[in-house]
């Protein structure tokens, strides 16, 4: 069984900055592919970021440039570097496990999510 718990939201005015953390407890880390999404109220969850198990990362075209996505496998965390925020980036954050990215069939462990709020 694999936790997720996930820190660093918060209220930020447009054009700062967050990062978030997510650490995972359970299993082995660094052969994860970890993930974050973010969901508003009404609409589905969105996709972010990815970084994979064996490097390399992927971003939603709505924040690249502005986001990055990092990880420490010796700590179990995965980051979330958010910059130059903009309102519509307000989201409750998740981060999620891939902990079979061999057989991708879909995340499978979430974090409980972090509030992020970008006032205008």
């Known amino acids: 069984q694999v936790q997720l718990v996930e820190s660093g939201g918060g209220l930020v005015q447009a054009g700062g900055s967050l990062r978030l953390s997510c650490t995972a407890s359970g299993g082995t880390f660094s052969t994860y592919t970890m993930a974050w999404f973010r969901q508003t109220p009404g609409k589905e969850r969105e996709f972010v970021a990815t970084?994979?198990?064996?490097?390399?990362?992927t971003y939603s075209d709505s924040v690249k440039g502005r986001f990055t996505i990092s990880r420490d496998n010796a700590k179990n965390t995965v980051y979330l570097q958010m910059n130059s925020l903009k309102s519509e980036d307000t989201a409750v954050y998740y981060c999620?496990?891939?902990?079979?990215?061999?057989?991708?069939?879909?995340?499978?462990?979430w974090g409980q999510g972090t509030q992020v709020t970008v006032s205008s």
């Open positions: 999620a496990a891939d902990v079979d990215p061999l057989n991708f069939r879909g995340y499978d462990y």
């Open positions: 970084f994979r198990w064996r490097g390399g990362s």
